[in-house]
């Protein structure tokens, strides 16, 4: 379960803000959120995984108020818009860097499943350079389920593929979720994908977030 309560963030030097934004994703639901843009979506993202500090308000994971802890303690995976990944990392440590972060040793040999699970044991010696685009979206996607989170925020993750492209990674977003038995809360700016994916449909609108289920 995801839980926002009177989530409240001003942007430095004022302007932008979120005032009293509160929102309840139950467990195990693909949750999309749409808006427009400028409107927060991947603010609440940042402030969600601990990239960005509310100036009130709580966060809950699973009941677990996680509002001041680091984001390595969240036990949050997080996928942003540009994938984020490091220029002078090959695949294999960009998709360990999480477990080291954490201090945890792949004991079980769950980087291996996740990585043939996504189709790149082939890429595990290669820059980002030398990916295409739906490569390095399965890479971002097995750094950020590295760790074996129980949440996990995608913000666009679709918007750089191409229509046949999109397609094929909407299946592998559905079956992530199921496997791992997911709360996802996925931004889009498509309505044909938040209908595809989401359990439950949300918007961001002047600062409040309003939707429900399908």
């Known amino acids: 379960m995801i839980s926002l309560e009177n989530i409240t963030w001003k942007a430095p030097g004022g302007g932008f803000g979120l005032e009293e934004v509160s929102f309840t994703i139950p467990g195990g639901a693909y ?4 808006g427009g843009t400028g409107c927060g979506k991947t603010t609440l993202l940042e402030i ?10 709580r966060i809950l994971l699973d ?3 996680v509002t001041h802890l680091e984001p390595r303690e969240r036990g949050i995976g997080y996928v ?17 860097f999480p477990l080291q972060m ?12 996740l990585v043939e699970e996504l189709g790149i044991s082939h890429l595990m010696s290669r820059l980002p350079d030398a990916l295409s685009g739906g490569e390095k979206q399965r890479v971002a996607l097995a750094r950020a389920l590295a760790a074996r989170p129980k949440v996990l925020l995608l913000d666009e993750p679709l918007s750089a593929l191409d229509e046949a492209t999109r397609g094929q990674a909407m299946e592998l977003l559905r079956s992530l979720q199921a496997r791992h038995r997911l709360t996802v809360l996925h931004v889009t700016h498509s309505a044909s994908e938040a209908a595809a994916l989401g ?12 939707g429900g289920t399908k």
């Open 80 to 96: 942003p818009q540009d994938l984020a990944l490091f220029p002078v990392q090959r695949v294999a440590a960009q998709i360990a």
């Open 63 to 65: 009941d677990r108020d």
């Open 31 to 34: 949750a999309v959120m749409m």
């Open 48 to 57: 969600l995984c601990g990239l960005r500090k509310p100036g009130q308000g």
């Open 199 to 210: 359990s439950l449909l949300l918007r961001l609108e002047n600062g409040a977030v309003t």
């Open 102 to 113: 954490r201090g945890l040793k792949d004991d079980q040999g769950m980087i291996q499943e």
